[in-house]
């Protein structure tokens, strides 16, 4: 294992908004997103819109703007929350209300190697407390456990209503992966003296590797990064799906995250991602309206994952003011 | 969705002077299909949304490639103008760049990719 290598493991920040604008966030300039970005230290790498949102692949992750949604996934050493200040801003110039905040993520490969404010979880809740409004009055963090130190999950929410009153807007199903198969993560170095484009070496990734398979119906933005590494955004309909790959032998990590539209299709998508990358240990987490049944979540994703091979280690569920049920479940490989 | 909304400044001014040409009736659209077809040029269909972030991060390099590529001919449509045509060209997602010669698709690139762009004009423009 490497003292240090790239952080596969993303920090995740989801914020919900109101407002009469009905393109709401799908307003910003892209010098003022450009902004944001620069904030957390990340830019542009490709992206792609329809209807529903837009869809932005950036050198470390991915970003997804809905009219009053963002989600801004990012992984490596980017100083993630540090976008807040500057996208309150810009929402506030744009007549938008925030309603709640959600900021999650497992536990680092590499901690030492993160600048502050995400050094700690205390010193990232004490860092959105201090910069989320007071009126987003409902607000907890926790820690949930696995069996294993290795892995946990650590979710921060906050609302300005204990029950939800944002439409809901499906269940998210976010999957971490490490211990990557080798064969299988090499797909994911180019090749040398391939001197294409990395959208073009990205698209040929999607292929070979059955990405493009995970759902048909999805616009598939695939990207190469050299030497290695991969990131791709799904769309398809009013649904994001992404894809980000540290293939780097000792510390390699795949990220699989889609919405779900409650007719479970998702766990097909679930099963066939993980099939990619065939990895030692996986974590599942799902965050749906509060009220639902963690238990039956359990069981859908375990029923997934058992055929691969994959044992369920722990399961745990928790309510998050704002953001629902999170249930959070790790699987290892039954290695022969 | 959209209408009653203009794009945002920025959008709108590169169209002035623009050697992107931007086609805003069925009428000029029929036209313009026309005379493509009697012409050998490769044609750069450009697929916009005024409500589609990517397709104005992107707008700054199309028209700097209309300019290098003087034997291209670039055109730009917007999906809720035109929405017959976007659909007769079955476009969902954008920006979406569809490469036509002789009255038939040679090419398309879906999203903001630049880089993959630029490769496919320069390789059909022949």
């Known amino acids: ?336 | 969705m959209g209408h009653g909304l203009s794009a945002p400044a920025a959008f709108a001014a590169e169209e002035v002077d623009s050697p992107v040409l931007a086609i805003h009736s069925k009428n000029a659209w029929n036209d313009h299909w026309k005379s493509h077809k009697d012409s050998s040029k490769l044609m750069v269909i450009d697929f916009t949304a005024s409500w589609c972030g990517p397709c104005r991060s992107i707008a700054p390099a199309i028209k700097a490639m209309a300019v290098k590529y003087t034997d291209v001919v670039f055109v730009k449509i917007d999906v809720d103008e035109l929405s017959e045509v976007a659909q007769q060209w079955k476009v969902q997602t954008m920006p979406a760049f569809v490469l036509v010669k002789g009255g038939s698709e040679v090419g398309r690139v879906v999203g903001a990719k630049k880089d993959e762009l630029d490769k496919k004009i320069a390789q059909l423009r022949a």
């Open chain 1, 1 to 336: 294992m490497a003292v240090s290598g790239f952080e596969g493991f993303e920090k995740r920040l989801e914020l919900h908004f109101s407002g009469d604008n009905p393109l709401g966030l799908r307003y910003l300039s892209i010098d003022d997103l450009q902004q944001v970005l620069d904030a957390v230290q990340c830019s542009i790498v490709s992206a792609a819109g329809n209807r529903s949102f837009d869809a932005y692949v950036l050198s470390e992750s991915s970003l997804f703007l809905y009219p009053h949604k963002i989600i801004l996934k990012t992984c490596g050493t980017t100083q993630l929350l540090r976008s807040i200040p500057s996208l309150l801003h810009h929402a506030a110039d744009l007549g938008l209300r925030l309603r709640s905040c959600r900021y999650s993520r497992g536990r680092f490969i590499f901690p030492a190697a993160q600048p502050f404010p995400h050094t700690s979880f205390p010193d990232e809740v004490r860092f959105l407390d201090a910069r989320l409004p007071a009126t987003l009055r409902f607000r907890k963090a926790s820690v949930m456990p696995s069996a294993t130190s290795a892995h946990s999950w650590h979710v921060y929410s906050a609302a300005d209503d204990e029950f939800s009153v944002l439409p809901p807007s499906g269940s998210t199903i976010e999957v971490c992966m490490t211990e990557l198969d080798r064969s299988l993560a090499r797909r994911f170095h180019r090749r040398k003296g391939d001197d294409r484009s990395g959208d073009e070496a990205g698209a040929e990734m999607t292929e070979l590797t059955e990405i493009g398979g995970i759902n048909p119906r999805a616009l598939v933005c695939g990207f190469a990064f050299d030497p290695c590494g991969y990131s791709m955004n799904g769309l398809d309909r009013d649904r994001y799906s992404t894809i980000h790959v540290t293939p780097e032998d000792g510390h390699s990590y795949a990220s699989f995250e889609c919405v779900g539209g409650g007719e479970m299709m998702e766990l097909d998508c679930l099963r066939k991602a993980v099939h990619v990358f065939r990895p030692g240990a996986v974590s599942v987490c799902t965050a749906a309206a509060a009220g639902g049944d963690e238990g039956g979540v359990w069981s859908a994703v375990a029923n997934a994952l058992e055929p691969l091979g994959l044992s369920c280690r722990n399961q745990a569920a928790e309510d998050f003011p704002g953001a629902g049920t999170v249930t959070y479940q790790t699987f290892t490989a039954r290695r022969k």
